[in-house]
């Protein structure tokens, strides 16, 4: 109408009429992602209980029953992988992991996945891993072998730390050291170290022996056999390299060198064989055709 003017359609009026159809608008928006939030955050506790739950127990069932479910959205177990490992059994390793490809990837606990398969020998350490929506990444950090133990009459690897790896497949390590008697695992890396380091030495031994489970014996592989102190056997290592540096003692026909003391060295020399004389086998041999 004439003479009526007309508010401006940007009037400080509209503004709370706007305001509020804006926060209308996201009231829409906000409503559905903070459900989502809530259903993603139960989500991941759940799965930590399952992660943590022992066999048998109501969560494992619950946890079972939680990958049975999810399996008919696809969250199926679809590849595996296995990293780190070299001499592990790979039957074994599957195995123990428990989890085959189209089982539910949800439906496994990856705590009890991993305590299966670090109860095998050659496992030191593992890993177990879920990445959706299909893939399970298995992470081993192997034993490795140290030494070839002989203990009545078996052989068997151990690491460094003397613990046992396997008996299986001894006969592929032979160029590992070799050690004998009970008490000598948890000993021998000292040894074997010292040894390491004085390569020309090391070459000449075939084995070393645990005597009362105190001290060792070194076997050389010209059959001479030394004595080595109880606790001192670095010392004495450095004593016999240098005397058969000066004297060539290693080469000498011994049948024992003893370096138990500090300030003596005890040898012995082989016995010797008598020497055939031909003269008197061939009179003995006239005899008892005779005879």
Do not use: C, Y
Request: charged content about 25%; overall charge positive.
């Amino acid at each position: 109408m004439p003479g009526v003017k007309r508010a401006p359609r940007n009037s400080v009026n509209d503004r709370p009429a706007r305001l509020r159809l804006l926060l209308r608008r996201q009231r829409r928006f906000v409503r559905p992602a903070f459900w989502g939030v809530a259903f993603g955050f139960l989500f991941l506790v759940a799965l930590a209980a399952m992660h943590r739950a022992s066999p048998g127990s109501l969560i494992a069932a619950v946890h079972e029953r939680f990958g049975l479910a999810t399996a008919r959205f696809g969250f199926r177990v679809q590849d595996i992988r296995i990293e780190g490992r070299a001499n592990t059994p790979e039957p074994l390793l599957r195995n123990a992991l428990g989890v085959r490809p189209g089982d539910p990837i949800l439906g496994f606990s990856l705590e009890a996945a991993r305590e299966r398969i670090e109860k095998l020998s050659w496992v030191d350490h593992a890993t177990v891993e879920r990445r959706l929506p299909g893939t399970i990444v298995v992470q081993l950090q192997e034993r490795r072998p140290f030494a070839i133990w002989q203990n009545q009459g078996k052989f068997l690897l151990i690491d460094r730390t003397g613990q046992v790896v396997t008996n299986n497949n001894v006969a592929d390590f032979h160029d590992l050291p070799l050690v004998v008697g009970a008490g000598a695992p948890e000993a021998a890396a000292k040894l074997i170290d010292a040894l390491t380091d004085r390569p020309g030495l090391a070459a000449r031994v075939s084995a070393a022996v645990r005597v009362g489970q105190r001290r060792w014996n070194l076997i050389l592989k010209s059959g001479m056999t030394i004595m080595l102190p109880e606790g001192h056997e670095v010392a004495a290592l450095d004593r016999l390299t240098e005397l058969d540096q000066q004297h060539k003692l290693l080469d000498r026909p011994l049948q024992f060198v003893d370096l138990r003391l500090p300030d003596r060295m005890v040898v012995r020399a082989k016995a010797e064989t008598a020497t055939p004389d031909p003269a008197k086998d061939s009179h003995a041999t006239a005899a008892k055709r005779a005879a």
